[in-house]
């Protein structure tokens, strides 16, 4: 066999395995990220729900700036926040630098945009569809973004899905506000670089494997909350037609 087949057979026998080693990294890179997303969803919901229906002189350029975020490279953001927490930055009198809440903290930074600039597409989008008729009947701002956001629940379900999926393949930040140290901030990205540029290919690649799985199942399940959500919509629609 080659290398490919040799490194792929034996990945597959430490996931089949259940490697102690392996499966800590993935626990580790899953709380890093599901903690990360559910500080920055909670954040991103309300103040994404805010933004749809807001209308205030500076909201073109705090919606350009928020976009402008989505595409800052990682590794900017595991800068900044490695300056904010060094020992002479801040933040460093914290002493999270290198540790799991430094990696949260980048990972939320990282999050934040997507969630706030996705959820308020959504909801501004709600807002066209349905904001004049809400407001006829009396809704301010505030009750017509939480009313307009929880009729939208399911495609803001998918935000989060994607929210998380952003979190999780993420290696940039993490690496350099984490330092990848074994047993304490490794993830699963910073694991597969480490392992790969040591030769260590079968670690890598069953790390890997999971990390794809763990990838599709986030897509397969935006993929099946997008066909319920349009298949209930059918059925609304059918329901008030009879």
């Given at each position: 066999m080659n290398t490919f087949q040799e490194s792929l057979a034996r990945a597959l026998q430490l996931v089949a395995a259940g490697d102690a080693a392996l499966f800590a990294i993935v626990a580790r890179s899953l709380a890093v990220s599901g903690v990360a997303c559910l500080i920055a969803c909670a954040f991103g919901l309300v103040l994404g729900a805010w933004l749809g229906v807001a209308r205030f002189p500076a909201r073109g350029a705090v919606v350009t700036v928020l976009n402008t975020f989505l595409a800052v490279p990682s590794v900017v953001v595991g800068l900044v926040v490695y300056l904010l927490l060094s020992r002479s930055g801040p933040l460093g009198f914290l002493g999270w630098l290198f540790s799991f809440k430094a990696m949260v903290v980048a990972q939320v930074l990282l999050v934040l945009p997507v969630c706030t600039a996705l959820t308020r597409q959504v909801v501004e989008d709600a807002e066209r569809a349905n904001g004049e008729q809400l407001q006829s009947l009396g809704a301010g701002g505030a009750l017509r973004s939480l009313l307009l956001a929880f009729d939208e629940r399911y495609a803001l379900v998918t935000v989060l899905l994607a929210c998380f999926g952003r979190a999780i393949s993420e290696v940039g930040a993490v690496m350099i506000?984490?330092?990848?140290?074994?047993?304490?901030?490794?993830?699963?990205?910073?694991?597969?670089?480490?392992?790969?540029?040591?030769?260590?290919?079968?670690?890598?690649?069953?790390?890997?494997?999971?990390?794809?799985?763990?990838?599709?199942?986030?897509?397969?399940?935006?993929?099946?909350?997008?066909?319920?959500?349009?298949?209930?919509?059918?059925?609304?629609v059918l329901a008030g037609a009879a």
């Open positions: 506000v984490g330092g990848n140290i074994e047993g304490f901030t490794r993830v699963m990205t910073t694991a597969i670089a480490l392992e790969t540029s040591k030769g260590d290919l079968p670690l890598a690649l069953a790390l890997g494997l999971v990390l794809l799985t763990v990838v599709l199942g986030l897509n397969a399940a935006i993929a099946l909350v997008t066909r319920w959500r349009g298949a209930h919509a059918e059925g609304v």
